[in-house]
């Protein structure tokens, strides 16, 4: 029903547009342009993106194989903008309902957003989009990616979209270098909040430094170098961000975790997040570095927690009640709920002239001692390396086609990295991915 509504939306919206504009151009992989009457532009794009995904385990009693066959994105996108190309706006939303770390999560909306250009070098956006406080592969289209998916640390720490007040800069810095400030006032709870909002705000920004000058045609936001760069061009980047009053694991789904003082008010942990990332690119050879830190501070007033499953009040904390037990066992419970720790990602690659590409990922994941990153489950295994192949079928991404294999070692998890005579979690991953992008 929720496709259908979306559908049916999108249908009235272009259809009301249609009546006043008329088809400007169009090129294969970068959308349709419309131009109104009195100067307004609209321009609709999307891509679809089959995926297999095939995964062999081992562990210690035996050998594991799955396989998944789908569609692992299906979006569509208008942009508009009015005459004097001061105001804009942007939908998009996503018809597979998989959020861009690959869980499928039903959220079919990803932006809607209205901007305003306050000058020809600082803007201002409201509305639900993606965050500039998450590490800079969050920065990259979806269909500009290097290698097939996105990196584990990007899955463990970011938060993706928000709801709030987003502020871009770009300023000349001299010798023709660019400095490109961003700040964030946001909701602090993910995509998609219709209900309650919990907790209080996230407040934060980045900072990017270009010392070569611009990337040609935002060449910082697509990870490829399909535009071979003349010259080295770079990236330096910092970005900061705290959210006062979490109620998730790392503020991406509203009201995931709900914690109570001894009166049945809202007592939420605060999560501070920073990083520091850079891309480079030039004639063809591009590399994309990051890391990032999150820590939380606990209120020590918490005293209940409202089970996820049937929404049940407990005092029960590892067995322990709190107030009456000890302290430190509520304090270790709700940061052993939170991705609390660190990671750095690292990949390069090369993209020949005949639109033929080699890539390859390092990953690596360090928890801290009491945080979600130490689930065996889900992470608890801190290497992952990654190579691929692709071939661009058209340029600026109309048409492509990608494979690679990722190797998750796991001869020790995370909870073990210092304790050699605790039995580890030997579960080795072989995963195989192949996805072809199409876009009109």
Known sequence: MKKLSLI???????????????LESYKFGEGLQFNADRGHSIRLTGYAQPMIDLKNYTDVEENSSTS????????????????NQKFGYRFQADLSGTSETGED????????????AVTDRISILFG???????????????????????????????????????VTGRLRAGRGSYLRPYFV????????????????LKIGGRLDYLPFGLFTNLGQFRQIDVMREQAP???????????????????????????????????????????????????????????IKSTAVVPEDITQRIRSSNGTISSDFNGELAGNGD???MLNYVKGKMMLGQAYNFQMGYLFKSGFSVDTRYTHLKADENSFLNNATFYNRPNYYTI??????????????????????????????NDINTPAVFTDEILFRLITTISF
């Open 185 to 200: 006032l946001t909701n602090g709870d993910g995509i998609n909040v219709f209900d309650k909002d919990h907790g209080g």
């Open 8 to 22: 049916i939306a999108i249908f009235i919206s272009t259809s009301i547009f249609s009546q006043n504009i008329s």
């Open 105 to 116: 999560t039903g959220d079919y909306l990803l932006d809607a957003y209205v901007s305003y």
């Open 233 to 291: 061009k770079l990236v330096l980047g910092v970005h900061f961000s705290h959210n006062s009053g979490i109620s998730s694991r790392r503020g991406r789904a509203s009201g995931a975790l709900i914690y109570l003082d001894e009166n049945d008010q809202e007592s939420l942990p605060d999560y501070t997040k920073y990083g520091i990332d850079f891309l480079f690119k030039y004639k063809g050879f591009s590399a994309l570095g990051e890391y």
């Open 388 to 417: 691929g192949v692709g071939k661009l079928l058209a340029k600026n991404y109309g048409a492509k086609i990608q494979a690679s294999i990722t190797y998750v070692d796991g001869s020790l998890g995370l909870n073990h990295d």
């Open 68 to 83: 998944r066959y789908r569609i692992r994105r299906l979006r569509l996108r208008i942009d508009g903008k009015s005459k």
């Open 327 to 329: 302290l430190n066992d």
């Open 128 to 166: 639900q989009r993606a965050t500039y406080t998450d590490n800079r592969e969050l920065f990259m289209n979806s269909n500009s990616l290097q290698l097939v998916e996105r990196s584990r640390l990007t899955s463990a720490f970011s938060s993706i979209r928000e709801f709030g007040l987003f």
